[in-house]
């Protein structure tokens, strides 16, 4: 069946430092969503990617779509402490059913102030 | 904000007992979801629903029901909770229709913890 993988697991970082978590799934998405989960909160839509190659930015995160559409990262520019949670990349394969989604384990992003 | 609910927020129980979440939404999105998430960890996809009277075991087995009976209301029951059902459960629900539009929106949750 369909994986989605998510690396790092954790990462630490101090405040004002770049962070990026990568997606990557075992076969071609029809599209991409990534969510975040503030601790003791519960996922929250962030962005969704649908072409190949596509960039979009919000402020201080920069979310990108592979060009064979099998992987994706986010990117985050100077973290602050409000960026604290946990990332989900989430995807549908095109033979898939249009309405389920694959997560991935997420990356907790812990930052040091 | 999306408005979808979930009842009790934190629930502790004990061993035997039944035990129903529930779950409503006020968006008219056909499509409802229950996932299960230990803390810190991966959703688990226990169940869905692409609308009334249709329901569908995810991808992790679990031994809860649901059903849907009307578009606003997908309870999840335990006939018989047991301690390795302590976990939270998410609700979600999506729009449907075309790609575009499957963003899922998720409740609160549940915090479940049977002694």
């Known amino acids: 069946g369909q994986q989605v993988m998510q690396i790092p697991q954790y990462q630490h970082v101090q405040e004002g430092e770049d962070f990026t978590t990568y997606c990557n799934s075992s076969?071609?998405?029809?599209?991409i969503q990534w969510y975040k989960q503030r601790p003791g909160g519960h996922p929250v839509f962030l962005i969704q990617?649908?072409?190949?190659?596509e960039v979009k930015k919000q402020k201080r995160l920069t979310f990108q779509f592979g060009e064979a559409k099998k992987n994706s990262s986010l990117h985050i520019t100077a973290t602050q402490t409000t960026d604290v949670g946990t990332y989900f990349c989430?995807?549908?394969?095109?033979?898939?059913?249009?309405?389920?989604?694959?997560f991935g384990k997420g990356t907790l992003l812990t930052v040091n102030p | 904000e999306a408005d979808i609910y979930q009842t009790p927020r934190y629930l502790v129980i004990g061993t035997g007992k039944k035990i129903t979440l529930e779950c409503s939404q006020t968006m008219g999105h056909d499509k409802m979801y229950w996932y299960q998430q230990d803390p810190g960890m991966e959703l688990h996809l226990i169940h869905y629903s692409y609308g009334v009277n249709s329901t569908e075991k995810g991808d992790l087995s679990s031994e809860s029901t649901v059903s849907r009976i009307r578009t606003e209301h997908f309870p999840l029951t335990l006939e018989s909770a047991r301690p390795s059902h302590t976990s939270q459960y998410l609700c979600a629900s999506s729009p449907g229709g075309t790609l575009i539009k499957n963003i899922q929106y998720f409740g609160a949750g549940t915090r479940l913890s049977v002694l």
């Open positions: 989430a995807g549908r394969t095109p033979r898939g059913s249009n309405y389920k989604l694959t």
């Open positions: 076969t071609t998405l029809s599209n």
């Open positions: 990617l649908v072409k190949s190659g």
